[in-house]
């Protein structure tokens, strides 16, 4: 057992040790599912929510690891509204979500799709990606179990202790998957993510996509009008077909 716990350490922190945090019996550290538990917990009990993230991730052109920015706004109310504003130098993008239907405006265009969807958020996460090949920013957050989704093939997770994330400390927790390796810095004083890494190790240059949370707000009121989408002016509407997402870059 000692020798696989030393491997998922090396896989999960490029050889860092875990010093006195690994635990010996079981592949998970208790701490490490703890602290995601609790952070899970506050996502699901929060009847709506909504936070920042500004988003690095690696792309691999002509050999080279490019590094991209992107800011994320996510509003959500539970069971069925979602409001998303993504932001870039290349592109800006928002979702719409109103419990019967959602939209996608690409605002570089000006174009927009609307698709009829399920009566909940999960089903729409998994509608968007199966038929459209859309993505939502984040969708792990979004869903109504946080925890059920992350472990998922999980084979392994270390706790990693005390650390400062621009300022605000944290708890450092890490899991692994046969495709990824992903770590979540948890805030002490909300429970909530300040950052998360994941690296993807199956893709060419493992490339890794990293997330810095902000400006969390638990259980706001956010009116319907929130996520009703209303077209600006001189859009044109598209039609969404099935595996045609209205950007083909969509997160």
């Known amino acids: 057992m000692k020798i696989k716990l030393s491997l998922l350490m090396a896989v999960l922190c490029g050889g860092v040790s875990a010093g006195p945090a690994l635990a ?119 869903v109504s179990d946080p925890y059920k989704s992350a472990m998922q093939g999980t084979k392994g997770g270390a706790y990693f202790g005390k650390v400062d994330v621009l300022g605000t400390p944290c708890r450092h927790i890490a899991f692994s998957t046969d495709a990824v390796d992903w770590q979540l810095w948890i805030a002490d004083s909300t429970s909530l993510p300040r950052k998360l890494v994941i ?28 996520f009703v989408f209303s077209a600006p002016h001189g859009a044109n509407r598209i039609e969404m077909l099935p595996g045609k997402p209205i950007d083909p870059n969509a997160e």
């Open 24 to 142: 010996a019996e079981n592949p998970i550290h208790p701490e490490a599912d703890r602290l995601l538990r609790e952070c899970s917990s506050k996502l699901t009990e929060a009847k709506a929510l909504s936070f920042k993230a500004e988003v690095w991730e690696d792309n691999v052109v002509a050999g080279h690891k490019v590094s991209t920015s992107k800011t994320v706004d996510i509003r959500l109310r539970r069971p069925d509204r979602v409001q998303i504003e993504v932001r870039s130098p290349t592109r800006s993008r928002g979702f719409w979500y109103d419990g019967k239907s959602l939209t996608l405006l690409d605002r570089m265009n000006n174009l927009y799709g609307t698709i009829q969807v399920p009566d909940n958020i999960d089903k729409v996460l998994d509608a968007a990606s199966d038929k459209y090949g859309v993505h939502f920013p984040l969708e792990d957050l979004l």
């Open 199 to 226: 690296t993807y190790k199956k893709e060419p240059a493992q490339p890794q996509v990293t997330a810095i949370f902000t400006d969390w707000e638990l259980n706001s009121r956010l009116p319907d009008d929130t």
